[in-house]
């Protein structure tokens, strides 16, 4: 193992993208592949951390030696991530959540009718201010995909959802982001800028950023 900063550890991570039902054979989804996820649950693991994934919809294969939990909409990642909360040290949300879905979930195929169709979507239940509410000894990370206005967004993020750290990625930038193997990251704590890491491959970000989590840690019965 690559060192044992997160042995008796455990890690919850979430990755890739939710999805929302429209019909039996549609929904809504975004172009998250869960390979930043996916890297993150890989680092925690050689770190020697006891790894959850909790996982949408995913264009790569988990890694080996977590333990992978799979979800389709944000309603079953909220379930299956507050079902584990308690039991866990440092939270890790990657994953591309939706905010809408559907108001009403058709049972049968849509069919065609008239020249256009609207669809109806409601608020789904943000997971990660849930996770903050509810906080107790956990070190929780967010992520922010953002296209303008990155550090003022992400220090927003961070502060109304009680996030120790928040990963912004701008999304907007070539190299950044959805699907690709690489990104451009900038992480945030209570005090500002923490770290701001060039165009790396995914699993060098996520290498840097565990190796940071690990490092602010507080040592138990410390303060
Ligand atoms: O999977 P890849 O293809 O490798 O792409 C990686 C990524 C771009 C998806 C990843 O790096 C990333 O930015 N993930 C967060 C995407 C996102 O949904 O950002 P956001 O700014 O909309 O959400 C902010 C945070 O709130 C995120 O931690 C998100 O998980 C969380 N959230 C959002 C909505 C919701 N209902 N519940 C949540 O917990």
Redesign the pocket.
């Known amino acids: 193992s690559r060192n044992g900063k997160l042995a008796g550890k455990r890690v919850l991570v979430?990755?890739?993208g939710t999805m929302e039902r429209l019909d039996p054979v549609r929904y809504l989804t975004n172009?998250?592949?869960?390979?930043?996820?996916f890297a993150i649950a890989e680092a925690a693991r050689l770190m020697g951390a006891d790894v959850t994934v909790v996982a949408g919809r995913t264009a790569v294969s988990p890694p080996a030696g977590v333990r992978v939990v799979r979800v389709e909409s944000?309603q079953q990642m909220l379930e299956a991530v507050t079902g584990v909360y308690e039991e866990t040290d440092i939270v890790v949300?990657?994953?591309?959540?939706?905010?809408y879905r559907a108001v009403n979930v058709s049972d049968r195929k849509l069919k065609k009718s008239g020249e256009k169709l609207v669809l109806e979507l409601e608020r789904?239940?943000?997971?990660?201010e849930t996770l903050g509410e509810r906080k107790t000894h956990q070190f929780l990370v967010?992520?922010?995909?953002?296209t303008e206005q990155v550090e003022h967004y992400a220090m927003d993020?961070l502060r109304r959802?009680h996030c120790d750290l928040i990963v912004a990625?701008d999304?907007s930038k070539d190299g950044a982001?959805?699907?690709g193997d690489t990104?451009i990251v900038q992480v945030f704590g209570t005090e500002g800028l923490v770290e701001s890491l060039p165009l790396l491959s995914?699993r060098e970000v996520a290498i840097r950023l565990m190796e940071l989590i690990a490092g602010r840690l507080t040592p138990r019965g410390g303060e």
């Open positions: 979430t990755a890739g172009d998250s592949s869960g390979k930043m996820g944000a949300k990657s994953a591309a959540v939706a905010d789904t239940t943000d997971i990660l967010g992520f922010a995909a953002e993020k959802k990625n999304v982001g959805f699907n990104n995914k």
